[in-house]
């Protein structure tokens, strides 16, 4: 089983959807939370952190389950700039973030 | 502010050749990090360093060797490439609550 799981889609959603995303985590020592958007061919870049108490970005929202090891991301109004892959990532000991593989969304007009 | 840098953006290797991918910080991180991307793996992380002089084997470390001799550099090397190593690869600096911060990538083929 992967330490960080993450439905790998695609999402197609029309434009001014909202879509929400989930990621799975196995290491209950996890103590930091990550979303990150990956755009084609290109490196991926944060998003926005988790805190236990939800984090609310604009049309963007994440939120973190501790009890059922899980963080979502909420994106209202989808854009289609919003059309990427989206890395969820969990940090454990020694700094380092596991990532999940991924999820695609498409936003189509 | 440039941010992480990684040299080169692409190469192609033959099989056997060794080279160095260089990953420059200037925000003073003390953790840095070097990652493979492939279709469908997602990103997996093959070493890392924690402060300067330091660095721990990740989760695919074989085949590959990195040096932090430097605070703000991180040298990835392959000895001998093998087509199993065409890949993407990232590095990635954090300070100590931070996200990650990427460059922008190096694409390597072995042929």
């Known amino acids: 089983r992967k330490e960080v799981e993450q439905d790998p889609g695609p999402f197609n959603v029309p434009e001014g959807a909202t879509v929400a995303f989930n990621c799975t985590y196995s290491?209950?020592?996890?103590?930091?939370f990550f979303w990150y958007r990956q755009d084609c061919r290109k490196e991926p870049k944060l998003l926005m952190s988790v805190y236990s108490s939800g984090n609310e970005d604009g049309r963007f929202t994440a939120q973190l389950n501790r009890a059922s090891q899980y963080i979502s991301l909420l994106i209202r109004d989808s854009k289609l700039s919003d059309s990427a892959t989206y890395l969820c990532?969990?940090?454990?000991?020694?700094?380092?973030?596991?990532f999940g593989s991924g999820t695609r969304l498409l936003v189509r007009p | 502010n440039a941010g992480v840098t990684q040299t080169p953006k692409f190469r192609v290797l033959k099989t056997g050749q060794s080279m160095t991918l260089l990953c420059a910080q200037d925000m003073n991180h003390e953790y840095m990090y070097w990652y493979r991307q492939d279709p469908g793996m997602g990103l997996r992380l093959i070493h890392y360093s924690v402060g300067e002089g330091t660095t721990a084997k990740g989760e695919v470390p074989d085949g590959y060797n990195v040096s932090r001799l430097k605070k703000q550099n991180f040298l990835l090397g392959l000895e001998s490439a093998a087509p199993s190593q065409t890949s993407v690869y990232f590095c990635?600096?954090?300070?100590?609550?931070?996200?990650?911060?990427f460059g922008s990538g190096t694409r390597l083929t072995v042929v």
């Open positions: 290491n209950s020592a996890s103590q930091s």
């Open positions: 990532a969990a940090r454990g000991s020694s700094y380092k973030l596991i």
């Open positions: 990635a600096s954090s300070g100590e609550e931070s996200g990650y911060t």
